[in-house]
């Protein structure tokens, strides 16, 4: 990163850790937020106390425009005012993962993952299945530890299951992971991205390092990302649900050597029977792709993962793994009717692949902040499955322009109370309430564990 002062824009986790990992190396750092709430206050005193230049409330630019390099928090837009700064001036930003992979020992592994959706459920999986190996395995990245604190451990892990965003690739140009994982692509974030093209080329620059030793693991089922990935350095393997309700779309799929077989109820990796689709503890056939690019990319990398033992006790993994929360999460049954917390998903096509996987009636909740993609492509899965749907939010009237009229469907306010209190009303015996919003959390909560969370105790708790 050069001689000089490394600029750390942002003081949550990622931020504040990035800065103690800089300053214990003997570099120096400049820490600032353009907030200034109590939170944000306490981890501004706590880094003063070490030594570590911090402001709070505002960014010092004639400071930062003269840092060796920028490290931004993924939640950062690149409108910000340090962040245009920086590109004015030719100020290298980077990424809090950029940053501390330099100090990472050449002994830690890294399998990378992004994707569209599942990549938190396939990162938390990959770190079961490598702590199930007697492996020492951390995850960490998107998924909400940061790579700086395990940096900072006095004997960092052997492996690191690493989930990465399309922000974090952004700015992330050295990655080169033991086994890279592309779970899909699907529209997402087009509030932040120009285009759909610039979105699919960050989630690209996982492959930005890519070797004749790599190795990549892919969805077979997704047209798009098989076109993309066509021609990369590396050995490709692939994963296919056979009965993907996609399957008319994609037509005839490359070899596959993890292979879900759901009118067999059988899951196979390289040709061999792995586990039975009932043992398998999460709902959805999105949910066994998941398992398949999970189980995949650890028999991959490393060669004694892939014995007879290790797929056996891969497979006992799978089935003790609970899912992971505010993901297709079931958090109750209250007078027979089952309450479902998807508060995760936050973009469409997250949407779409709850609502196939309804087995009963359900009450959808769809709302929030708008992302830029339509709702009418939820038409069709709707029709099938949604007895109602609510819309809410800052959202509701685009949910309702893009719906009404097709399927049975309410809209209501920005009262979050009033959407779960109407959803009991109408929900019978039988039903299942699904909040899956489609939508991110920010006009109503500070993210989408607090939306989740909220859900969950007006829902069942109270």
């Known amino acids: 990163m050069g001689r000089g002062e490394i600029a750390v824009i942002g003081l949550g986790r990622s931020g504040r850790a990035v800065a103690e990992l800089i300053a214990r190396n003997g570099g120096r750092a400049y820490v600032s937020d353009a907030a200034a709430g109590d939170g944000v206050r306490a981890a501004a005193g706590e880094l003063a106390g070490k030594g570590i230049a911090v402001d709070v409330g505002h960014h010092d630019l004639e400071r930062i425009a003269r840092a060796v390099a920028i490290v931004a928090s993924p939640g950062v837009p690149p409108t910000a005012p340090p962040l245009l700064v920086a590109a004015q001036v030719g100020i290298p930003i980077l990424s809090e993962v950029e940053a501390a992979l330099a100090f990472l020992p050449s002994t830690t592994r890294y399998i990378a993952v992004t994707g569209t959706n599942g990549k938190t459920t396939v990162t938390a999986l990959i770190h079961h299945l490598l702590t199930a190996l007697g492996a020492r395995a951390v995850a960490a990245g ?182 992971m929360p505010h993901r297709l999460q079931v958090v109750g049954e209250v007078d027979g009717v089952q309450w479902i917390n998807d508060s995760k998903a936050t973009n469409v096509s997250s949407t779409r692949v709850a609502v196939a996987g309804m087995t009963r009636p359900a009450i959808v909740l769809l709302g929030g902040r708008h992302k830029g ?62 909040l899956s919003p489609a939508c991110s959390s920010f006009d109503m909560f500070s993210n989408y564990e607090a939306r989740g969370a909220t859900f969950q105790r007006l829902a069942v708790d109270a």
């Open 142 to 323: 998107n998924i909400g530890t940061p790579v700086s604190e395990l940096a900072m451990l006095g004997t960092p892990p052997e492996w690191i299951a690493l989930e990465m965003s399309s922000f974090q690739l952004h700015d992330t140009p050295s990655i080169a992971p033991v086994v890279g994982v592309l779970t899909n692509l699907a529209p997402d974030h087009l509030d932040r991205y120009a285009s759909l093209d610039e979105y699919y080329g960050d989630k690209m620059r996982l492959f930005a390092n890519a070797a004749a030793r790599a190795h990549w693991v892919t969805n077979a089922d997704d047209p798009e990302v098989q076109r993309l990935v066509r021609g990369i350095l590396g050995t490709h393997h692939r994963f296919t649900v056979e009965a993907s309700t996609d399957r008319s779309v994609t037509g005839e799929h490359p070899s596959c050597e993890a292979v879900a077989d759901l009118a067999r109820g059988e899951v196979t990796m390289f040709g061999a029977t792995f586990m039975r689709r009932a043992d398998i503890p999460l709902l959805g056939d999105h949910n066994v792709a998941n398992v398949l690019a999970a189980v995949l990319a650890v028999a991959m990398s490393d060669p004694s993962h892939r014995t007879p033992e290790a797929r056996a006790r891969m497979a006992a993994a799978v089935a003790t793994f609970g899912g």
């Open 373 to 434: 993609e339509p709702y009418s492509a939820l038409i069709p899965l709707l029709q099938r499955h949604a007895r109602l749907v609510i819309a809410y939010g800052e959202a509701a009237d685009r949910i309702e322009a893009d719906l009404n009229g097709h399927v049975p469907l309410e809209r209501l306010g920005s009262s979050f109370e009033e959407v779960i209190s109407r959803a009991r009303a109408v929900a019978q015996p039988g039903d299942a309430v699904l």
